[in-house]
DNA sequence: ACCTGAACACCGTTCAAGT
DNA sequence: ACCTGAACACCGTTCAAGT
């Protein structure tokens, strides 16, 4: 039976977690499939799409978010940054994607912005539209960032070139600092 | 005369800032250069070495920081922030530069660790340490990860994909947050 | 010491031709 | 409709051999 372009990605993603995002080739996946390099070309337009949809599925369905607002943000946060974790080199095939695949916005239901559901969230608790785009990239992109370069020291770690003892993880701290700053703008801007 | 590893860095700048980072090869490098691809060897460890090399170069020395340390922070950001949009990509070639030289800490002075100097300044303004490192972390993660989708938007925008029409900048608004959320940090810990 | 020539082991992508 | 074979135009890196 025919290839798909779910049996690709899913192919693609093995291959991400097993030799990380370098060894991510056409046609290293095209021979994990036992067909030519040129057959993936039928199914999925090029390898930049390829790695738009890897980061589509890492990134996952927004989980539904509970409580204050304040704990709803530190959820999003952490899930995000768990999902980026489950995967080798997830951080970083996923910020590059986010902003590969950026026309970020409203119209264009399709594109790569997990940072959405989270802006609906903040004008639900009372932020002025503007402002939440604003804090939900915050969120977003230090997320991104720390989790990216937590990760590839991680990598470093395993590969025994140690550099300095545990790096203590600051996610948290960064994290509650942003949402102390959030405070302002819905106190603020509500009625 | 002799090549240097100044030069073939110089170079590799020009490259970058007319054809973009997925152009930036070793080869093109030498081409540029009027030497075979073998030679840049001579002077760089490897590809990885050299695009660190170029991110240290974008990145600069830490400007000398004055004002209270609100200013101070705005200062240092919005500062990396354009030197970054002077090279084309330069916000993504600098993100993974600093991911890759990662073992970021105390006793390797030679690590491409921009948030160092925004560090110290943090722990001058009566912030412990740990806060410090995780304030400057998010400072510099949140600049790195708006930055280069800021300017991958606008590379898209002058080939024509304009997507969603002027997406306004709220870089200055995300800063504004985190300074904010810095504040409690300062006073919580200050006698 | 510094560089060339030539090779090795790869890439992404296209496209006629087959089935 | 879907895939193969084969090509095109590239990569990063190594290393004997030259000067």
Same mark, same amino acid.
């Given at each position: ?8 990605e899913r192919s693609a993603l093995e291959i991400l977690d097993r ?6 080739? *056409?046609? $290293?996946?095209?021979?994990? &499939? ?7 070309? =039928? %199914?999925?337009? #090029?390898?930049? /799409? ?18 204050? =607002?304040?704990?709803?943000?530190? /959820? =999003?946060? $952490?899930?995000?940054? @768990? $999902?980026?974790?489950? %995967? ?5 095939? +996923?910020? @590059?994607?986010?902003? &590969?695949?950026?026309? +970020? !916005?409203? !119209? %264009? ?8 559901? &989270?802006?609906?969230?903040? +004008?639900?608790?009372? *932020? ?12 977003? %992109?230090?997320? &991104?960032?720390?989790?990216?370069? =937590?990760? @590839? $020291? ?14 203590? !993880? ?11 700053? *959030?405070? #302002?703008? +819905?106190?603020?801007?509500?009625r």
């Amino acid at each position: 039976m025919p290839l798909t372009a779910d049996e690709i990605e899913r192919s693609a993603l093995e291959i991400l977690d097993r030799y990380g995002l370098g060894d991510l080739s *056409m046609r $290293r996946i095209a021979t994990g &499939l036992g067909v030519a390099p040129g057959a993936l070309y =039928w %199914h999925v337009a #090029n390898k930049q /799409q390829l790695l738009i949809g890897l980061a589509r599925r890492i990134v996952g369905d927004p989980e539904p978010l509970d409580g204050p =607002w304040q704990s709803a943000v530190g /959820q =999003w946060a $952490r899930s995000l940054r @768990s $999902r980026l974790l489950e %995967h080798r080199d997830g951080a970083e095939l +996923v910020a @590059s994607a986010v902003a &590969l695949a950026d026309p +970020v !916005d409203a !119209d %264009h239901p399709d594109a790569l912005a997990p940072a959405a559901s &989270l802006g609906r969230l903040l +004008v639900a608790a009372g *932020m002025s539209a503007g402002d939440a785009v604003a804090a939900a990239d915050t969120v977003l %992109h230090f997320t &991104l960032g720390q989790t990216m370069a =937590w990760q @590839s $020291r991680a990598q470093f770690r395993e590969l025994g070139i140690t550099g300095p003892g545990a790096v203590s !993880d600051s996610f948290d701290l960064g994290l509650e600092l942003i949402i102390d700053g *959030m405070q #302002n703008r +819905v106190s603020t801007t509500q009625r």
